[in-house]
């Protein structure tokens, strides 16, 4: 197996990957779109907020060889692995960027090593590398199996996961051949300490990480619902989980929120409804989920709005204070985060508005929590990053004056703010 890998797309899944190759002594290249991001890279600065490569970059950026230019990036790798992005645009999957991807791929086989790698770690709807991926490695008579190895092997990576990491999450792979998906398995074990396991289908692995992902989505919208309907039962569903939490087996916890965000839990779900339609079969279930966990933001700002009333506020002359944008705690990724049809609906019912969030200083409208909460007679908060939950104690709420909170993520002390004569309402709590 060459020691020379590419990683094409150095985002929240590409650049942990090559920090990795580089740092288990793989020569590592990385073609990257963007401009920002390049020059970044080559000066050891993570452009993301991610412990692992924050702490590897500064040391491994000069084994890098970070470009834009797809013959210098690929140019005698022997194992080629594509993270693009894989979003949905107009409520279908988007493949673009996937596909211009490969077509860098494709134009440049020749000059990689022989009988390269190519590996899919970008998230797709099953069938994606047969149907899409190999006829365009395929254009110009190369054959997938014979010229090159094909396969898909899911990234997992959890953002702001202290226990698992890229360097110790389980994989699952599968190559055109046999041959392949060892080789594969042997590449994946030189950098991961954690189990490889080769499965009988491309399309078998394709459909593990979708199904991963649904399977979070559908338990999320199962709380989600129950929630809203123990809330009118007058049941705190903390108290429920917490409790179901206690059986040894057949449980597992999910917790209610906001809505559910990132680049992947909402949207691999579309991916597979939309590849099972293809065939001709309507996930009921998987529909109803997405509908579910995408009504959250505006059951929250139902609860602002109710509550505020049973204060005797109106939401329109009142300044709400909405903490944390990011879609999980301790990270910056705003993307799909419930947050923003938060903010927006808000806006709309023209409520002003302090937004913070100590990880995304871009969209913040204050400096610091204190200068947040300064003046807001509600607080939103969507983010349970550890400082929210240092500093927002009762004691500082009833200092600050504010009236209400929506606690959209059941993590501050509802006891001690109920106490402070503040009105909390959580999501079911
Ligand atoms: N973010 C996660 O936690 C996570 C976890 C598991 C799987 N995934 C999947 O991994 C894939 C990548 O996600 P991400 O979060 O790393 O995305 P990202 O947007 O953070 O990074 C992708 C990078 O690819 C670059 N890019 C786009 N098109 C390109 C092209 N044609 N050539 C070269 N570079 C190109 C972009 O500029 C960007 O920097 C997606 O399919 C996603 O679903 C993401």
């Known amino acids: 197996m060459s020691q020379k890998v590419a990683v094409i797309g150095l985002g929240y899944v590409g650049l942990p990957l090559a920090c990795l190759c580089a740092e288990k002594g793989f020569e590592v290249s990385g073609l990257e779109l963007d401009e920002k991001k390049i020059l970044m890279i080559r000066q050891g600065k993570s452009p993301i907020k991610d412990s692992f490569v924050e702490e590897k970059l500064p040391v491994l950026h000069e084994k890098i060889f970070v470009t834009n230019n797809p013959g210098e990036a690929l140019q005698s790798s022997g194992v080629i692995i594509i993270a693009v992005p894989t979003p949905m645009r107009e409520n279908k999957p988007d493949l673009g960027a996937l596909k211009s991807a490969l077509v860098s791929v494709e134009a440049n086989l020749e000059h990689c090593q022989k009988k390269p790698l190519v590996i899919i770690e970008s998230t797709v709807y099953p069938g994606t590398t047969a149907e899409v991926a190999k006829p365009i490695l395929e254009k110009r008579g190369l054959k997938a199996g014979i010229d090159f190895e094909l396969g898909h092997c899911p990234e997992r990576v959890d953002p702001g996961n202290k226990e698992f990491g890229i360097g110790n999450i389980p994989r699952v792979v599968c190559c055109t051949t046999r041959e392949g998906s060892l080789g594969a398995k042997e590449f994946y074990s030189k950098i991961v300490n954690a189990e490889i396991t080769v499965l009988d289908s491309i399309i078998a692995v394709e459909a593990v990480k979708v199904f991963e992902n649904t399977f979070r989505d559908v338990n999320i919208a199962y709380v989600n619902d129950l929630a809203k309907g123990f809330d009118r039962m007058g049941i705190d569903i903390k108290e429920v989980i917490r409790g179901a939490s206690t059986k040894p087996f057949g449980f597992m916890p999910f917790y209610p929120g906001p809505g559910v965000g990132g680049h992947c839990i909402p949207k691999d779900p579309c991916y597979l409804i939309a590849s099972s339609k293809k065939a001709g079969f309507t996930p009921k279930l998987l529909e109803l989920a997405r509908k579910i966990n995408k009504s959250m933001p505006a059951y929250v700002v139902e609860l602002v709005e109710n509550s505020l009333k049973q204060k005797k506020l109106h939401l329109k002359s009142q300044k709400i204070c909405v903490l944390g944008v990011a879609f999980k705690p301790e990270i910056d990724d705003i993307r799909e985060s419930p947050a923003w049809p938060i903010i927006s609906m808000l806006k709309e019912k023209k409520a002003a508005l302090n937004i913070f969030d100590p990880f995304v200083p871009g969209a913040s ?50 006891k001690g703010i109920i106490e402070k004569g503040i009105l909390y309402k959580g999501i079911g709590s």
């Open 365 to 414: 409208t204050a400096k610091s929590i204190e200068d947040a909460v300064s003046g807001c007679s509600c607080i939103v908060l969507c983010t349970q990053h550890r400082q929210f939950l240092e500093k927002i104690t009762p004691e500082f709420l009833k200092s600050m004056g504010v009236r209400v909170v929506i606690d959209a993520r059941n993590c501050l002390d509802k």
